[in-house]
């Protein structure tokens, strides 16, 4: 099976997919390869892509917190974060980075502060914009990532100023320079959230090739049995794959799943 993150990795810098790329996951099915995609987006983020939702077995959305079948239009939240844990990690966060703006993933949408979130989005037909942390839990039913943004900080920034607090065990992913950090519940991560997949249908890390570009993508990279970082990724995700492609701008994931077709076209 090929899993692959999206942005920066399977997409082009414009959001969408390159007619080669299209046409390399059209091929992989036919020739029996799944295709799943492994994201950070939430399924109404992979819904946008109305191109791509068609060649997809499933997602794994959420960094792995939710499996969401596109065909079926049928969405299960896997990790939730319990209100209690978060309510007290968002009051570690507050504290700890006093400038950043909190906003909550309920898995239909997001809920957060206007402060900051306001000046970087450009749809908000998902977004619940509060005036407070505490209005934002208030108004959230499931809970499914704790997102912290602050545009004058880098991530790593960001990470030593929490270090030593107690953030509940969440499962924490950065974003390289761009100042936010993802918070999932214990142990929800692109690997936790593929493997479980995997294992529901007879499936290994030796049969997984993954591909991805940035800090949550490692776990995957990681654990999949060959694993991929495009050209330009992370340097993290770089150390976590096991080999390299072009980048996303030219065709990086298609260019690997064309060799793989034709090596199992010589084998056979």
Do not use: Q
């Amino acid at each position: 099976m090929i899993a692959s993150d999206l942005d920066g990795t399977l997409l082009g810098v414009d959001g969408e997919l390159t007619e080669r790329t299209r046409k390399s996951l059209v091929a992989a099915r036919e020739y029996g390869f799944a295709v799943v995609a492994v994201t950070a987006r939430t399924p109404y983020g992979v819904d946008r892509l109305g191109e791509l939702v068609p060649l997809l077995d499933t997602a794994i959305c959420a960094n792995g917190a939710i499996l969401y079948e596109p065909a079926a239009d049928r969405m299960s939240i896997r990790r939730a974060i319990e209100p209690g844990t978060a309510r007290r990690v968002c009051g570690v966060l507050t504290k700890a980075l006093p400038g950043a703006a909190i906003a909550i993933e309920t898995g239909h949408g997001l809920v957060g502060d206007r402060k900051h979130y306001g000046d970087i989005v450009s749809d908000t037909s998902h977004w619940e914009f509060t005036a407070s942390v505490a209005e934002t839990l208030d108004r959230v039913e499931s809970i499914v990532k704790i997102k912290v943004y602050d545009p004058d900080l880098h991530s790593e920034e960001m990470i030593r100023a929490v270090e030593g607090h107690d953030l509940a065990e969440l499962d924490m992913c950065h974003w390289g320079d761009f100042g936010m950090l993802d918070f999932n519940a214990p142990g929800a991560n692109k690997a936790t959230g593929l493997a479980s997949w995997c294992d529901e249908r007879g499936l290994g890390p030796e049969d997984v090739v993954a591909f991805g570009d940035m800090p949550n993508d490692v776990p995957m990279l990681a654990w999949a049995g060959h694993s991929y970082a495009v050209e330009g990724a992370h340097p993290e995700a770089l150390a976590a794959a096991n080999d390299t492609t072009a980048a996303n701008t030219d065709d990086g994931v298609a260019r690997v799943i064309e060799a793989l077709i034709e090596r199992s076209r010589d084998a056979a």
